[in-house]
């Protein structure tokens, strides 16, 4: 004897897995593959049957079915249990950009399954209009949010990244400009190292400085720098690591928390080199060498089975990023101070500037004096090329334009 059909209110027959509920609206049921029981409801029969529809596509494609419950934050955690291959304050930094911008927004508690592309955009136009963020952070964000997409992607709970090309897309609507990282002009960085050395205040900062500029070593790699890793008599300066100081935040029970150093290995394989020492840069050693045993100053730490930093401050520990900028801020305030006390009509001023500038300085002067931009590649440890490139093509694009000053003057006076 044939079972009879099952039918909802209005008569219509209730296929496999569909049922009315006692209030008047539905519920399907279905099982995956995993034989877990997974629900959807509707107001409507119509309305569940578009998304029976939607269910059987995720079906023949692939699709998880756990991505109809998955949110975005749940999967950002899921993310970062299995991410490796990167530095570990890499990996802070990233955490920390999900914690302060993408946790507690509406994108962080979407479910998976419904997001669109139109979603990250409007999240990124939040974070612009609402939340006043700089192009640099948001970058930042999205260069998270892209990975954890694609890992969706990779699992089967999205069939496409709905990040692909958003940040680009918001670049050109929001009219964003890149602002160029520039370094000190000739006359700027003599005016810097010139004060540097002549006030009492601030020459314990001279070698430092002067290193930088002298050799384009990014600031972890000059604050992790050891006297073993300088051959004063050679003239070479090895870089095979760099100092990081960051906060550890989610460390585990029984690991130190809180910010402090720590030694990585160098920013790409490209970055373990050989630096020729110029002669003011052997100056600038033998300075803070003297300085130190003037004053008693011994390194009093250890890193990651390293010890004996060169630039240490007073209690005989090295420096980080934020101390130098920190200091660099206070220089160029008291630097233009004196110089507008000597002369209100000076053309030559401090511009705002932090110490990754101070490699684009070396850089400038390299590709000023003509070096081969191969040359200024190995020295300043460049995996890619065209980053080198793209500085050098800015550098000489100012050099022809200052050629270039006069000679209007010149050739309509040769003419007359």
């Known amino acids: 004897m044939a079972t009879a059909k099952r039918r909802d209110n209005e008569r219509v027959i209730l296929k496999k897995g569909e049922v009315q509920r006692d209030n008047g609206t539905y519920h399907y049921c279905w099982t995956d593959r995993g034989g877990k029981r997974h629900f959807v409801y509707a107001k409507t029969l119509d309305e569940l049957r578009e998304k029976e529809k939607q269910i059987a596509r995720d079906k023949m494609d692939g699709i998880k079915s756990e991505a109809r419950y998955t949110t975005v934050n749940e999967l950002f955690d899921l993310w970062k249990t299995l991410k490796r291959g990167i530095k570990d304050n890499t990996f802070e930094g990233y955490k920390y950009s999900w914690e302060s911008y993408v946790r507690h927004s509406f994108f962080g508690s979407m479910r998976v399954s419904e997001l669109k592309k139109s979603d990250v955009k409007r999240f990124y136009n939040h974070l612009v209009d609402e939340r006043h963020l700089k192009p640099g952070t948001i970058d930042g964000i999205h260069n998270v949010i892209h990975q954890v997409l694609e890992m969706a992607v990779d699992d089967s709970y999205l069939r496409g990244n709905p990040s692909a090309n958003v940040l680009k897309e918001l670049k050109k609507s929001h009219a964003f400009q890149t602002e160029k990282r520039r370094g000190l002009t000739k006359a700027e960085q003599d005016l810097f190292l010139d ?222």
Not at 268 to 286: G, H, K, Q, Y
Not at 298 to 325: A, H, K, Q, W
């Open 195 to 416: 004060f540097l050395r002549r006030n009492p205040v601030y020459s314990h900062w001279y070698p430092i400085f002067a290193v930088m500029i002298g050799t384009g070593l990014r600031a972890g790699e000059v604050t992790g720098l050891r006297w073993a890793d300088v051959d004063l008599e050679a003239g070479i300066i090895e870089v095979n690591h760099t100092l990081v100081y960051y906060s550890h935040r989610d460390r585990k029970e029984n690991e130190k928390k809180g910010s402090y150093f720590n030694v990585n290995t160098p920013k790409t394989p490209t970055s373990n080199r050989e630096v020729p020492m110029l002669d003011f840069v052997r100056e600038a050693f033998i300075m803070e060498k003297d300085a130190q045993d003037t004053l008693g100053v011994r390194c009093e730490v250890t890193i990651d089975g390293y010890s004996d930093f060169i630039f240490l401050n007073r209690n005989g520990m090295p420096y980080n990023f934020g101390n130098l900028n920190t200091a660099i801020r206070r220089i160029i305030r008291d630097c233009n101070d004196e110089e507008l006390l000597k002369n209100e009509e000076t053309t030559v001023l401090l511009p705002h500037f932090s110490c990754h500038s101070l490699r684009h300085t070396f850089t400038n002067r390299m590709c000023e004096a003509g070096v081969n931009v191969k040359v200024i590649q190995d020295t300043l440890g460049h995996k890619d090329i065209a980053t080198t490139l793209n500085i050098y093509a800015d550098v000489t694009r100012e050099v022809k334009k200052d050629a270039f000053n006069g000679l209007d003057t010149y050739f309509t006076g040769a003419q007359a």
